[in-house]
């Protein structure tokens, strides 16, 4: 979404992928020799978690960033999904010590109240004060207010710890349940979020399976147009062959997603040689274009 908003603004995006050899960990000296060498450079991104790693970014590798001897830009990092995280993961504080970081949140993943539009950011008063000239007036709604006002006192802050306990349980419950579906890979990725990223194979693995996006990307679309379970292709993604980014959901969406996949997987794997006889085939090249034009 960010670089959907740089090209709205005529802004130009330099990427610099996360490390895909482990958990996708920042890589802060390919980002310090980025800004480096383009001191033009105005704003760096991150995401912790990230979105589809679902993996935090670590504090040493952050303050690396930060540190960077020359450079004299902002930080902007994307706690969307922080909640989901273990207590203490969140940098917000390190706003007193950074004055060029900005850390974002958000009411609409573990308080579930995206459809009120309300974010904060965290930042350093000069920021901050840029940030207050810069929006519009009477941005915030009453209703929004209100309701985000509602939302943080005591007795429902106890509300959205209950729903986020039973998420992390059903989470937990996917970590050791996904993997024994024929057919279905390693977790890429953390474990930091209310969603995680998994291999789909093209056999199973005991049959010397390899993650492929052709396969995931049918798997994704039965799920959704026969099963109405709806999970996301990200096998398009740096270092996400043949993923998928699957939410948790309630008790009754964890089984009903097992059982789906466990009888899309079955089909699929029995009837494999028609399904993926040729990867060139046009249909399945539209398909998975359709596939990878879903965004998060
Ligand atoms: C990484 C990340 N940041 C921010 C957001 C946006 O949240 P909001 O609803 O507050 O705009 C999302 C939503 O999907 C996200 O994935």
Not at 70 to 76: D, M, R
Not at 191 to 214: A, C, H, T, W, Y
Not at 238 to 243: D, M, T, Y
């Amino acid at each position: 979404m960010y670089a959907v908003s740089a090209q709205v603004n005529d802004l130009e995006v330099v990427k610099v992928p996360l490390d895909t050899k482990g958990s996708f960990k920042l890589r802060p000296e390919a980002i310090n020799d980025t800004l480096t060498s383009d001191p033009t450079i105005k704003i760096v991104y991150i995401c912790s978690p990230g979105n589809p790693t679902a993996s935090l970014i670590s504090k040493l590798d952050l303050k690396q960033v930060l540190e960077h001897p020359t450079w004299n830009g902002v930080v902007v990092l994307d706690e969307a999904y922080i909640d989901f995280a273990p207590e203490g993961s969140s940098m917000a504080e390190w706003v007193l010590e950074w004055p060029n970081l900005v850390v974002m949140q958000t009411l609409s993943k573990a308080f579930g109240l995206a459809g009120i539009r309300l974010g904060a950011a965290f930042t350093s008063p000069a920021i901050a004060g840029l940030l207050n000239n810069l929006k519009a007036p009477y941005n915030i709604s009453s209703p929004t207010s209100a309701l985000a006002c509602a939302a943080l006192q005591p007795k429902n802050l106890a509300v959205m710890q209950s729903n986020l306990e039973k998420i992390l349980t059903q989470r937990d419950r996917m970590l050791e349940a996904l993997p024994v579906i024929p057919g279905v890979g390693r977790f890429l990725g953390g474990e930091d979020s209310n969603f995680l990223l998994v291999e789909i194979l093209d056999k199973p693995r005991n049959q010397g399976g390899q993650p492929s996006n052709e396969t995931a990307m049918v798997v994704y679309e039965r799920l959704a147009e026969m099963k109405g379970v709806v999970v996301r292709f990200r096998g398009k993604e740096v270092g996400c062959l043949g993923c998928l980014r699957i939410t948790v959901g309630t008790e009754k969406e964890v089984d009903k997603l097992f059982a789906e996949m466990k009888d899309v997987l079955a089909d699929l794997m029995s009837e494999r040689d028609v399904a993926f006889g040729d990867s060139t085939d046009s249909t399945e090249a539209i398909k998975e274009r359709k596939a990878n034009n879903v965004i998060a």
